[in-house]
T-cell receptor, first 110, second 111 residues
Framework: GQNIDQPTEMTATEGAIVQINCTYQ??????LFWYQQHAGEAPTFLSY????GLEEKGRFSSFLSRSKGYSYLLLKELQMKDSASYLC???????????FGAGTRLFVKA | DTGVSQDPRHKITKRGQNVTFRCDPI?????LYWYRQTLGQGPEFLTY????????KSRLLSDRFSAERPKGSFSTLEIQRTEQGDSAMYLC?????????FGPGTRLTVL
């Protein structure tokens, strides 16, 4: 199967750190993406992990554990503009098919 | 603007009509994807092209959906005999390797 699960909603405070988790069936994917999508806009790329470990890119970091079928996106120093949906997506092992989770809606409050 | 463009941005049609959407990818990208997205959901994979070859197609797609990329540049997605359940945002994305660059989408409303 190719299920991707992530929490539906999260709320965090401006300036804080938030971790958005994503779990998936290990047999289905080879590489995990994170995308950000503001309401009414198209998704924009944040990160791609194909190997285990943490990759840091400014205020955003992404972690992958292939054996556990687990990834997370870490957002530091939250800003109001970070309020958006965060989509976890897996690349299928058979080719380039990309399967998206339903997304986690993050609300950043003052 | 050298990003991915889609046309039209909005389409309202009556049930049973055919519609065609166009996607112009970033020029040097050889990979092109079509997705469908409904409110509160992530994009749902429809099909994938590498240059002009359609290499993957979702099993969820009925025969009413067809896509082409005749010269490995722009792509079209056609929906025949539209149904109300086809109402959604249709997104196109292009990619040089891993990162996908999405267009603004075409919002389809089937009455």
């Amino acid at each position: 199967g190719q299920n991707i699960d992530q929490p539906t909603e999260m709320t965090a405070t401006e300036g804080a750190i938030v971790q958005i988790n994503c779990t998936y069936q290990t047999s289905g994917f080879n590489g995990l993406f994170w995308y950000q999508q503001h309401a009414g806009e198209a998704p924009t790329f944040l990160s791609y992990n194909v190997l285990d470990g943490l990759e840091e890119k400014g205020r955003f970091s992404s972690f992958l554990s292939r054996s556990k079928g687990y990834s997370y996106l870490l957002l530091k120093e939250l800003q109001m503009k970070d309020s958006a949906s965060y989509l976890c997506a897996g690349r299928g092992t058979g080719g380039f098919k990309t399967i998206f989770g339903a997304g986690t809606r993050l609300f950043v409050k003052a | 603007d050298t990003g991915v463009s889609q046309d039209p941005r909005h389409k309202i049609t009556k049930r049973g009509q055919n519609v065609t959407f166009r996607c112009d990818p970033i020029s040097e990208h050889n990979r092109l994807y079509w997705y469908r997205q409904t409110l509160g959901q992530g994009p749902e994979f429809l099909t994938y092209f590498q240059n002009e070859a359609q290499l993957e197609k979702s099993r969820l797609l009925s025969d009413r959906f067809s896509a082409e990329r005749p010269k490995g540049s722009f792509s079209t997605l056609e929906i025949q005999r539209t149904e109300q359940g086809d109402s959604a945002m249709y997104l196109c994305a292009s990619s040089p390797t891993n990162e996908q660059f999405f267009g603004p989408g075409t919002r389809l409303t089937v009455l």
